[in-house]
């Protein structure tokens, strides 16, 4: 499904993170396994965590590059 994939600022909920860096200044090719290291805690009952690697237009549309999976804590 990697590039079918729009997401919209509008679509970022309050409960979410979003990382992004500056435009780069050449256009770059990403090849190879894309890996998360994720160090979490949280208070709540329960909690979900996506990782995803998307390119940004400068429309603000964003396209999806890598989903790097789902981890559900209980």
Request: aromatic letters at 6%; charged letters at 25%; proline letters at 3%.
């Amino acid at each position: 499904n990697e590039g079918s994939f729009e997401l919209k600022r509008k679509d970022i909920r309050a409960d979410q993170l979003l990382f992004k860096t500056a435009a780069f200044g050449t256009d770059t090719i990403v090849t190879g396994p894309v890996d998360v290291d994720l160090f979490v805690s949280t208070s709540g009952k329960d909690a979900t965590f996506h990782a995803l690697l998307c390119d940004e237009a400068p429309n603000g549309k964003m396209s999806l590059i890598a989903l790097q999976g789902t981890m559900r804590m209980n």
